[in-house]
T-cell receptor
Framework: EDQVTQSPEALRLQEGESSSLNCSYT??????LFWYRQDPGKGPEFLFT???AGEEKEKERLKATLTKKESFLHITAPKPEDSATYLC????????????FGAGTRLAVHP | DAMVIQNPRYQVTQFGKPVTLSCSQT?????MYWYQQKSSQAPKLLFH???????NEADTPDNFQSRRPNTSFCFLDIRSPGLGDAAMYLC??????????????FGSGTRLTVV
């Protein structure tokens, strides 16, 4: 069964304190791995898509990496406005390619 | 701006009273999805439409139905809401079922409360 597990569930950082969020997955053939940001009471907002092991994508203070079993979202020198829930989702190859989400990591960055 | 719009943002309904949530899109995407997201949980796919073809997830309760009268609109009907149906309901779209590139585009969601 395709599955996505994110850790930690919640993370509290001081402004400027870099860290990483983890997304472990099991899927029968990976078509793509997606990272989304979700603010309270809002829908997920697309951040990155990764397709193959070794791939990296960057956007401002965020960098996403991918291996055959997991993905990391690295946050460098975070600011309070980076506070949100970060969701990881995978899309399996073959058949109907729905997105399977993890439960997310709730990130709080304090000044 | 092209977008996905959900109405209402907040919906309060009585236990057992039918309720309809609305989603519209200006992206002209072929596929529309409905997800249920409970507090601190992963979004769970309920069903999707590829054009006019309806696809139900195997574990979606019969209490949940959907309609897509045209490309732009999709509705989620909950026939007899129970307390366990209180959740955020997310509508999403994609150009096709492969969802490569940017994946899905989500609306802001409807927060459903059942009293």
């Amino acid at each position: 069964e395709d599955q996505v597990t994110q850790s930690p569930e919640a993370l509290r950082l001081q402004e400027g304190e870099s860290s990483s969020l983890n997304c472990s997955y099991t899927v029968s053939g990976l078509r793509g791995l997606f990272w989304y940001r979700q603010d309270p009471g809002k829908g997920p907002e697309f951040l990155f898509t990764l397709y193959s092991a070794g791939e990296e994508k960057e956007k401002e203070r965020l960098k996403a990496t991918l291996t055959k079993k997991e993905s990391f979202l690295h946050i460098t020198a975070p600011k309070p406005e980076d506070s949100a829930t970060y969701l990881c989702a995978v899309q399996a190859a073959g058949g109907y390619n729905k997105l399977i989400f993890g439960a997310g990591t709730r990130l709080a960055v304090h000044p | 701006d092209a977008m996905v719009i959900q109405n209402p943002r907040y919906q309060v309904t009585q236990f057992g009273k039918p309720v309809t949530l609305s989603c519209s899109q200006t992206l002209n995407h072929n596929v529309m999805y409905w997800y249920q997201q409970k507090s601190s949980q992963a979004p769970k796919l309920l069903f999707h439409y590829y054009d006019k073809d309806f696809n139900n997830e195997a574990d979606t309760p019969d209490n949940f139905q959907s309609r897509r009268p045209n490309t732009s609109f999709c509705f989620l009907d909950i026939r007899s809401p129970g307390l366990g149906d209180a959740a955020m309901y997310l509508c999403a779209t994609s150009r096709d079922v492969s969802a490569t590139g940017t994946g899905y585009t989500f609306g802001s969601g409807t927060r459903l409360t059942v009293v």
